[in-house]
């Protein structure tokens, strides 16, 4: 059941969801209690699938500060593109970012970046920097930076299939 509910990490009970996706383009903190909710939740086996909407600084930095919070003893770092993540359904080696994207990091050369955290060897925190639900809602803002839609569907296919295969 792919049914949409929002939830409140730190007011819902999170033990009936195998899987959250989150994100954002501002500044956020989780509460205390969220952070309590969270940590009960990967110890659960968990997954969370974080977006950086529109691919922005503040949020990544948010994202990075409150997981530090959330898994103190574990690493946020890049996917290597020999992961299964990237070939679940179908192999996602290149892509095409956003103009935006490009502009601002050249370097990309057109391969998909995914930051993850594992806990004993399974991937349970799956991060985007750059924009994928822009992608696949075909929003085409000219400030975003991220995926370009067919290259957000395909690697958002890949990483929902990985999800729930694992």
Do not use: C
């Amino acid at each position: 059941n792919l049914k949409r509910v929002a939830v409140d990490p730190g007011k819902d009970d999170l033990s009936s969801f195998p899987f959250l996706y989150l994100t954002g383009l501002d500044e956020f903190t989780f509460s205390d209690a969220a952070v309590a909710e969270l940590k009960k939740f990967f110890r659960n086996g968990g997954k969370l699938l974080i977006n950086n909407g529109l691919g922005l600084k503040t949020f990544d930095q948010a994202v990075q500060r409150e997981l530090k919070r959330v898994l103190p003893n574990r690493e946020l770092g890049q996917i290597p593109l020999e992961h299964d993540i990237y070939s679940t359904l179908q192999p996602v080696t290149q892509v095409r970012y956003t103009p935006a994207l490009l502009k601002a990091k050249p370097e990309l050369a057109g391969k998909p970046v995914l930051h993850g955290i594992s806990t004993d060897g399974e991937l349970q925190v799956i991060y985007s920097p750059y924009d994928l639900e822009a992608g696949w809602l075909n929003v085409n803002y000219p400030l975003s930076r991220g995926y370009q839609p067919n290259s957000a569907r395909a690697l958002g296919m890949n990483v929902i299939a990985y999800i729930i295969a694992n």
